[in-house]
Every structure is written in structure tokens, then in C-alpha cells.
């Protein structure tokens, strides 16, 4: 597609619901990224993939968030009952090649989750 | 610390006027450094990208790296209402793929 696409774009959920977020990269992009941004702060890093392969999930803050990319394209971003400190936009992106080699990280629009 | 600061409140600047946007980081090891534009309720924008020591311009933009002073900043030139946005700084470690980001400043640009 001609962006990263993001699904739902609205999500409220009641405390103690799972939820599933899902994006899809640029195509081609080998690298995805997931960041979790609160109200007035800057994105925080959750985990990355390159390809298939998550090769860095320090920033999920607990072992209630899972990521997966079985296929290395589509991915999905999953938290398992929800507390109100979730409540945050979920961002995705995905870039061309490793930041760390000049790649350009492109975002989604996000998926607002609210838990109620 | 934080491994990036972006300490200023928001900047109001009237149209036509220059913005000027810094950004510190604690990481000596960091290479990749990035200006994202965020509207409201939006997600961020790459603008700018800068890896060497010096500056870079790319129209009414200038991003300017000091890495012996840990430093990273944005100039907006002839500034326009439609810069009015939250402006993040982004900062990536050699070998490290992942982006770390400050929490942005307001800019408002006054007509």
C-alpha cells in the first residue's frame, strides 16, 4: 500500500477485555516498529521486528502486551486484559532497512485505545 | 536522564518568523537523528533526517547535529501557520534499530 495502515483506528475496551491491534506495513519494509504514545508525550518504543523476527521487545511494560509477525508483513500488537493505564495511541511504522543503516522510519495513523 | 530532552514549552512565533527548536541526548554512541512533525491527533511526520556534524537544509528547514555538545536542532524558516504542530526529536544508536524519541515542542505560528 502507499502507507502503513493501522486497524482499528478506535478502540474502547472494558478493563480486564484483550485486545488486538493491527498494522500493515509499508510493502517491502523489512523493519516494523511499535511505539505507544500517552496524551502530550512522545512516542515510547514497545518492540521491533525485522522480517519475522522480533529481535527487541524491551519496552513492553508487561508481560500482559504481545506482538507477533508470523509472516513478515502484517503484524499484530495484542494486550491481554486491558487496565486503564493502557489507554494510549498505539503507533505503528515500519522502514526500507535498519535505522542504524539510514533507514527512514514511516509512521501509521495510530489505533486510540481507551479502556473503560 | 532521559535519553532525549526537549525542555522548551511551547513556542509561539509570528508568521514569517524563524523557529528554532533544540534537542539534547545522553547517548554519545547515537548516529541517526530525526525531526518528526506531529498535527493534532495526527501521527509524526519525517522531515528532517541529519547523521554528520554541521547542518542540512531542505527548504524552509535546517537541522544542525553538534555531537562533541550532544546537541540537535531545527530551524524553520519564514514560518507559516500551517508549522503550527508538535515537533519531535528522535534519536537512534548505532547497531540499535529502535528510535528514542523526546516529547516534543508546541509550536504555534501566528498569522
Known amino acids: 500500500g502507499a502507507g502503513v495502515s493501522q486497524s482499528p483506528r478506535y478502540k474502547v475496551a472494558k478493563r480486564g477485555q484483550d485486545v488486538a491491534l493491527r498494522c500493515d506495513p509499508i510493502?517491502?519494509?523489512?523493519?516494523l516498529f511499535w511505539y505507544q504514545q500517552a496524551l502530550g508525550q512522545g512516542p515510547e518504543f514497545l518492540t521491533y521486528f525485522q522480517n519475522e523476527a522480533q529481535l527487541d521487545k524491551s519496552g513492553l511494560p508487561s508481560d500482559r502486551f504481545f506482538a507477533e509477525r508470523p509472516e513478515g508483513s502484517v503484524s499484530t500488537l495484542k494486550i491481554q486484559r486491558t487496565q486503564q493505564e493502557d489507554s494510549a495511541v498505539y503507533l505503528c511504522?515500519?522502514?526500507?532497512?535498519?535505522?542504524?543503516?539510514?533507514?527512514?522510519?514511516?509512521f501509521g495513523q495510530g489505533t486510540r485505545l481507551t479502556v473503560v | 536522564q532521559k535519553e532525549v530532552e526537549q525542555n522548551s514549552g511551547p513556542l509561539s512565533v509570528p508568521e514569517g518568523a524563524i523557529a528554532s527548536l533544540n534537542c539534547t541526548y545522553s547517548d554519545r554512541g547515537s548516529q541517526s537523528f530525526f525531526w518528526y512533525r506531529q498535527y493534532s491527533g495526527k501521527s509524526p511526520e519525517l522531515i528532517m533526517f541529519i547523521y554528520s556534524n554541521g547542518d542540512k537544509e531542505d527548504g524552509r528547514f535546517t537541522a544542525q547535529l553538534n555531537k562533541a555538545s550532544q546537541y540537535v536542532s531545527l530551524l524553520i524558516r519564514d514560518s507559516q501557520p500551517s508549522d503550527s504542530a508538535t515537533y519531535l526529536c528522535a534519536v537512534s544508536s548505532y547497531g540499535n534499530n529502535r528510535l528514542a524519541f523526546g516529547k516534543g515542542n508546541q509550536v504555534v505560528v501566528i498569522p
Open positions: 511504522a515500519s522502514s526500507l532497512a535498519p535505522i542504524y543503516s539510514g533507514g527512514r522510519a514511516f
Open positions: 510493502s517491502g519494509h523489512v523493519s
